[in-house]
């Protein structure tokens, strides 16, 4: 493992890392694991990476000519599913699970490929929110646990147009924006999320790594990325392969058949119980079995690792129709977020005007959620390019349609943080700051949770110069979410507008700690200790968080086997 640096480590150094791993597991000829029934949609950030890498490095264009020659998958009648094994035992704790989950976070949140778009996080959290909840009045396992065992979950968008999604130790969950795009429907995606919640109720990682497997567990933040770097430079993986020496991995990363189908059975029980459409499962899958009919090398990459049959479908559908009808309506929100998601994994200049193309030409299609989609991602693109009355415009039209998608009997449920969001940053671009932040006041009181409200109130406040106000919600905000970079990095902002020199550099460590950059992290709490001006209760907490800093990047390294420079 590479020690952890100062500084944020770059994209390039963790994701090569990640493809030596995933090619070890390649070459190793570690048995992969076919996909289970019904809801089957995710992919686990560590089998996803390790399997999607590994069953490109097994085609005979990809490997190098020295390689040990393997049989397929398909070439072999029977295979031996490794143990699930005991949910007591030698597993590991919850409490481990989510520190070695916030071990993982820290190498992936500086990550360019993170994705930060606050509405598309609200969007995926308020989605799990609700699994959870109906997960914990079917009394499922781990679902009611409290105290230090409760599992704080978090889901998170990784900008990547394949179709993945993926789960981490300790309740963490990914998923790629080309997913979200590729769903048409809000229970398409939460069928996904049920599935991945299932595999972590049921500890099924934990379940299969004992606590000497530490800097495994580090290792699959770099094979989350790693696989990004697979779809952008297939040639720096099968260079790697050229050069040997690749880093070993145990295959119990893969999940078992067993625990595929333990996780399609919780999360069914979950998608049901929590109001979505138990067909999305079902319907995502069918598409996805079409592209694999018009696709070659572009198959996708859930598809390449769990192969898709009529009778895998079959039994989806046939889950399905224990359920009695009924009619789900679909969120003019999963519309709007959709459009952010294209927008996430744009990336360039030039993707941005194909993307213009493409929003463009969905607001002139028949159907009202593409049009919805259109219109607010036409004013995302007018927003990103200064263009703030053309964005007010096209902001305009898709407020508009929703009026006309919320009729009666309308399939569309009208429920909007985004267009509320969106509508007080431009009010904030045009310099109406009390417009600005009266939209996201009351934004706020109808989303308490939304991580997206918080913010745009904060910048509102922070542009009319109310520092003190903003200081004031910012440091209770970080007193119940700790953890969180987002309030870490505004409540830097706001104690360096109002001039409080070491409470900035105290704030700016806890973010820096967040992403793992000990080192500097450490250093700035350092400056704000000698900066002068803080008082004593100020100061007291700036001394003791320094000395707990100093103490978990020892205890990182310790378990790195690494020693803390002098």
Known sequence: MQEIKSAPKTSF???????????????????????????????????????????????????????????????????????????????????????????????????PDYSNDLPLYDFLNQMERRLLQAARKLQLGGANEQGSGAYNFEVFAVKDSTINAFALPGGFIGFHTGLIVSAESDSEVASVMGHETGHVLQRHLARQMDRQTTNTMIAVAGMVLGALAMSRNPQAAAGLMQGGQAVAINNQLSYSRDAEREADRIGFQILDASGYDVNGAPGFFQRLQKATGIMDKGVPGYVRTHPLTTDRIADMQDRARTVGSRNVP??????????????????????????????????????????????????????????????????????????????????????????????????????????????????????????????????AELRLGRNNDAITWLKARTRAQPNEIVWWSLLSKAYDQAKNVPMRHYALGEKYALEGAWPSAIEQLRIARSAGGADFYQGSSIDARLREMQRQYQDELKEQGKQMPG
């Open 13 to 111: 150094l963790r994701r090569t890392l990640a493809i030596q791993l995933m090619v070890s597991l390649a070459l190793a000829g570690f048995p992969a694991h076919a996909a289970a029934p019904a809801g089957d949609v995710s992919v686990e950030g560590n089998s996803a990476a390790i399997q999607n890498i590994g069953r490109a490095m097994q085609s005979p264009d990809a490997r190098p000519a020295n390689a040990p020659i393997r049989n397929s998958m398909q070439s072999q009648p029977t295979i031996i599913l490794p143990d699930m094994g005991d949910p007591g035992g030698d597993s590991l704790s919850r409490m481990d699970e989510r520190k070695y989950g916030e071990m993982i976070m820290r190498q992936i949140r500086p990550d």
């Open 330 to 459: 679909i969120s003019v929100e999963f519309y709007f977020i959709k459009a952010r998601a294209r927008m996430e994994q744009s990336g360039t200049s030039s993707g941005m005007y194909d993307l213009k193309n493409t929003f463009d030409s969905l607001s002139k299609q028949q159907a009202i959620g593409k049009q919805l989609e259109g219109f607010y991602g036409l004013a995302l693109i007018a927003q990103r390019q200064g263009k703030i009355d053309q964005a007010e415009a096209d902001l305009q039209q898709a407020r508009n349609l929703v009026q006309k998608a919320s009729a009666p009997g309308s399939p569309i449920q009208r429920q909007s943080l985004s267009l509320d969001i969106t509508a007080s940053e431009l009010a904030l671009a045009k310099g109406k700051g009390e417009e600005a932040l009266q939209i996201a006041q009351a934004t706020l009181r109808a989303y308490p949770q939304s991580y997206a409200a918080g913010a745009a109130m904060i910048n």
